[in-house]
């Protein structure tokens, strides 16, 4: 039998609360550039101290052996879906994090204002990084001369800086289509391939809207990118019978949270806000995702100190949390943000189960090294939900 | 290619002897209410002790992440046999289990004598745990009066207490129904619904069966449940080319082992004469599964001093069968039943494979936190019976 049929029948609901932390990219190497130290060996975390001692501990894959997740693949696989199964366009998530609702058949795309020079070449693939303020007038005036294309009706949002989003909503579109944007400077706009309607659609889209921006310097061009259709994808609360919550400040994560049907709630910028949120968010939904970016970011970074910076803050807004008592606490990443890689890698992110049933691994701190010796294993990350469900009581027995 | 038959393929026979001893239940969590310790830890097992220094140790997921198996599922994975793909219902283990020889289509259901009322209400689902005596004459009776229904041959069979089961013979037939229980006592008896010709043969066996007890109290009702038909399964000779013989007391264990064709050694009830029949059927048989239940129930009560003398027990009793040196030694459980959970859980069981070529992983005792450290690491239990087939040297080179 299917697997997730199998899960699904023996899904149970009950009033259990379940928090789902997770410290993007907070996986790292212990190498001799970093003094064979990670930032999570080296951070002062007495709430992940207090955790550890009383959760079951591993390693989860994001996707495969060797394989280094982008964040939507990375996220999914926590939500539990097979991130081999379910792709999800960059495009799509962009949209979603900036709020759009998106339908069944919207196409959308990742845009953002270059720079051209008189003969149609890129000259600056971010138009200079104009302010949002600039991006949000010139998408007001795009929005207001291109609302149709056909039968398919076109949506433009701003976002930061130079970035907007474009859905095309109508009959027969589909993605995924490959980039206008050329990927370097000195090269003319590219022509999305793909899906025959939804690539004529978006040259006509470029024919029209490009010339109403022939005037305004220096965004006077845009390019798309990560064209690509909603995926359908079984909701959270269908699959869990959970009802969740999500709480990020980045627009992807957000995103990735609303595509499976999670509500977002609104957060500012802080750590701790979010934090503060999360167990306000307990107290009316079962599930609870919060986001916490900066580890990921100062992994980018090549920044050890940055990193462990980072996870001490996360560790200290964690307190709240903790004190809110969730039947089901996880703390992990979507995937390794190696200092020494200063990117993305395959490295398995550690993981940490706390309930009154998870037992104790007899572990002492929460760092890769020790995920390596815990009674979870080394284990895809697309079963931690799974792992959660039970750890809740919300899994029934199989067979007799 | 298929798993399966790629290992079919590696299979070779020699003089080999393998014993799988199964302490029901054996795993545990280490919880603030057991003093961060489980009971393997605080048992005196100097047998186990032994064993462990000469062993690979792992964790065994017994159906997958989460999922809590019934006694079912967990043996089948023991035995080797996936058991998400190979369902097999309660009625038709309970059968097998009491002796009965299930053929291709067979639908057994377990059955227990109830009391109902006068106007067909159930009062007691057990009828007062009648003697095993009543509940044998009141089966003659039974089976006396009612032999077919149409073309199908009714087999009826005395069990335990108030426990029978039944088993239709026919063409035609098949599982599962739902069952005639409704569970609970003031409902009156329930219809059993799935397949027609089925469902229909055990409402007529119902009409005709209850009115033979009408003046037999307090057992003048009874029950169905878990009405299945015999799954098709290979054979554990067929699959492993191993002659296997089964040494068990309680029928559940016996009718798996049955189930996929081992021999069934009867023993009374002492772990002692389970490990004396194991030495001497080793040396008939190839494969001896040893079933030891008192730790699975000290588990079932929550009872943590209980469960430590149970294992303390199993470990003196292991001495014989150590002492017999068997070529491939493994001890593990069907599934975790912890002691705070006073149930079956998910949490992968400790397994320990000794062999001339396991190797010693370097761990002093057989132990969950052990097993997380172990060569084996956390993997599925259907893997088990591969490894004791390797340890054998049971199975040739893949590829050149």
Same mark, same amino acid.
């Given at each position: 039998?299917?697997?997730?049929?199998?899960?699904?029948?023996?899904?149970?609901?009950?009033?259990?609360?379940?928090?789902?932390?997770?410290?993007?990219?907070?996986?790292?190497?212990?190498?001799?550039?970093?003094?064979?130290? +990670?930032?999570?060996?080296?951070?002062?975390?007495?709430?992940?101290? *207090?955790?550890?001692?009383?959760?079951?501990?591993?390693?989860?894959?994001?996707?495969?052996?060797?394989?280094?997740?982008?964040?939507?693949?990375?996220?999914?696989?926590?939500?539990? *879906?097979?991130?081999?199964?379910?792709?999800?366009?960059?495009?799509?998530?962009?949209?979603?994090?900036?709020?759009?609702?998106?339908?069944?058949?919207?196409?959308?795309?990742?845009?953002?204002?270059?720079?051209?020079?008189?003969?149609?070449?890129?000259?600056?693939?971010?138009?200079?990084?104009?302010?949002?303020?600039?991006?949000?007038?010139?998408?007001?005036?795009?929005?207001?001369?291109?609302?149709?294309?056909?039968?398919?009706?076109?949506?433009?949002?701003?976002?930061?800086?130079?970035?907007?989003?474009?859905?095309?909503?109508?009959?027969?579109?589909?993605?995924?289509?490959?980039?206008?944007?050329?990927?370097?400077?000195?090269?003319?706009?590219?022509?999305?391939?793909?899906?025959?309607?939804?690539?004529?659609?978006?040259?006509?889209?470029?024919?029209?809207?490009?010339?109403?921006?022939?005037?305004?310097?220096?965004?006077?061009?845009?390019?798309?990118?990560?064209?690509?259709?909603?995926?359908?994808?079984?909701?959270?609360?269908?699959? *869990?019978?959970?009802?969740?919550?999500?709480?990020?400040?980045?627009?992807?994560?957000?995103?990735?949270?609303?595509?499976?049907?999670?509500?977002?709630?609104?957060?500012?910028?802080?750590?701790?806000?979010?934090?503060?949120?999360?167990?306000?968010?307990?107290?009316?939904?079962?599930?609870?995702?919060?986001?916490?970016?900066?580890?990921?970011?100062?992994?980018?970074?090549?920044?050890?100190?940055?990193?462990?910076?980072?996870?001490?803050?996360?560790?200290?807004?964690?307190?709240?949390?903790?004190?809110?008592?969730?039947?089901?606490?996880?703390? +992990?990443?979507?995937?390794?943000?190696?200092?020494?890689?200063?990117?993305?890698?395959?490295?398995?992110?550690?993981?940490?189960?706390?309930?009154?049933?998870?037992?104790?691994?007899?572990?002492?701190?929460?760092?890769?090294?020790?995920?390596?010796?815990?009674?979870?294993?080394?284990?895809?990350?697309? *079963?931690?939900?799974?792992?959660?469900?039970?750890?809740?009581?919300?899994?029934?027995?199989?067979?007799?």
């Amino acid at each position: 039998m299917n697997h997730d049929q199998v899960y699904k029948n023996l899904t149970i609901a009950n009033n259990t609360k379940l928090a789902l932390v997770v410290l993007d990219g907070v996986g790292d190497i212990a190498t001799e550039s970093t003094g064979f130290h +990670t930032p999570l060996e080296m951070a002062r975390t007495p709430n992940l101290d *207090y955790l550890a001692k009383r959760s079951a501990m591993g390693r989860l894959i994001p996707v495969a052996p060797g394989i280094t997740p982008g964040s939507g693949p990375g996220h999914l696989a926590l939500f539990g *879906y097979d991130p081999l199964e379910v792709e999800v366009g960059r495009g799509v998530i962009e949209a979603l994090g900036l709020g759009l609702e998106l339908k069944a058949g919207d196409v959308a795309a990742r845009a953002n204002f270059c720079t051209l020079d008189a003969q149609g070449i890129v000259t600056d693939r971010r138009a200079g990084r104009i302010d949002t303020s600039i991006c949000e007038k010139q998408v007001a005036l795009l929005q207001k001369k291109v609302k149709k294309i056909g039968d398919v009706q076109v949506i433009i949002k701003a976002g930061k800086g130079h970035r907007f989003v474009v859905v095309f909503r109508g009959p027969g579109l589909a993605g995924p289509l490959t980039n206008t944007d050329p990927g370097r400077e000195g090269l003319p706009i590219a022509v999305a391939t793909g899906h025959a309607k939804t690539a004529k659609v978006v040259a006509e889209f470029q024919q029209r809207a490009l010339p109403i921006l022939k005037d305004c310097q220096p965004a006077n061009g845009f390019l798309l990118r990560g064209i690509a259709h909603q995926p359908a994808i079984e909701s959270f609360h269908d699959r *869990y019978g959970l009802k969740a919550a999500c709480i990020a400040i980045y627009p992807m994560y957000k995103g990735l949270a609303q595509l499976v049907g999670m509500t977002k709630i609104e957060v500012a910028h802080s750590l701790a806000e979010e934090f503060t949120m999360a167990v306000e968010a307990l107290k009316t939904y079962d599930f609870v995702f919060v986001h916490v970016k900066p580890t990921d970011a100062a992994g980018e970074d090549g920044n050890f100190e940055a990193k462990v910076a980072a996870i001490e803050e996360a560790d200290a807004a964690l307190a709240l949390l903790i004190a809110a008592k969730p039947d089901v606490l996880v703390v +992990t990443g979507d995937h390794s943000t190696p200092v020494p890689v200063k990117g993305h890698s395959w490295h398995p992110q550690p993981v940490m189960i706390t309930s009154e049933i998870s037992g104790w691994d007899g572990l002492e701190r929460f760092t890769e090294r020790a995920g390596n010796l815990g009674s979870i294993g080394v284990m895809p990350a697309k *079963y931690l939900l799974r792992l959660m469900q039970a750890h809740a009581r919300r899994l029934d027995k199989f067979g007799a």
